[in-house]
């Protein structure tokens, strides 16, 4: 599959089907739990979706969203040329995070291992060791390869990066909890699968482990999930 394809309503139809022809099991989630929902969430910036990435990590929904909206407000994006996009004008921007003191950003909620990551990803972007602009250019693995370089961001993280951010249909997280009990549920494994064992199932959901990854989520859902 090109490397530079992303999901898209006319792909997540095209995926559903080919998904329930090679796997009949997968084929009657799908048809359970209706289309798949997962197209790339497209506002903001790639920088500001990482650095909310790593605010929400370990936090409650509340507590976390409170926690963003004031570094949001502290380190806004101000455009600087008229007819900048609307989607830049509320986002964080990296050079405003480098200007901003660590006390300022601690006093928003942030611990200090979160200021030193959000700081680390502004240099990281700054001086393009993360490559922004060029992801539409590169492999998955480029992009985690590039990610997991930044204090904060793990495998799991530059996954769910590249399936809900650019929307790349065929990442497989393997260390997913909810994909691996979605998968026990489905396929009836006697033990939630390890890596390995979900490697082997996912066989049949290529090219499109995204999807099949999504509806092993939606399956836990289910109202009658147990019978599975």
């Known amino acids: 599959m090109d490397r530079a394809v992303t999901l898209s309503r006319t792909r997540l139809d095209e ?21 798949c929902t997962m197209l790339p969430r497209r506002e903001g910036t790639h920088f500001g979706h ?30 600087t040329a008229k007819g900048a996009r609307s989607a830049s004008a509320s ?26 990551a959000v700081r680390d990803l502004a240099e990281h972007v700054i001086d393009e060791r993360l490559p922004l ?5 590169m492999s998955d693995q480029e992009i985690v390869d590039a990610l997991v370089r930044v204090r904060g961001i793990g495998p799991w993280t530059a996954q769910m990066f590249l399936m809900f951010r650019l929307g790349r249909p065929d990442v497989l997280p393997v260390l997913d909890l909810g994909v691996r009990k979605g998968a026990q549920r489905i396929y009836r494994t006697r033990a939630l699968p390890d890596a ?27 109202e009658d999930a147990a019978g599975w």
């Open 50 to 79: 990482l650095a909310r990435n790593i605010i929400y990590q370990q936090l409650s929904g509340t507590a976390a969203a409170t926690i963003h909206g004031r570094f949001t407000a502290l380190v806004v994006e101000t455009p």
């Open 15 to 35: 995926a559903q089907a080919a998904l329930a022809a090679s796997d009949p099991r997968m084929g009657a989630v799908i048809e359970q739990v209706g289309p």
């Open 196 to 222: 390995t064992r979900l490697t082997k199932i996912a066989r049949n959901w290529r090219p499109w482990a995204s999807v099949a990854s999504w509806y092993c989520w939606r399956v836990l859902d289910l």
């Open 133 to 137: 602009q060029a992801f539409d250019r």
């Open 91 to 116: 986002s964080p921007d990296p050079r405003a995070v480098l200007n901003t003191s660590e006390e300022a950003l601690r006093a928003c909620g942030l611990s200090t291992a979160k200021v030193r």
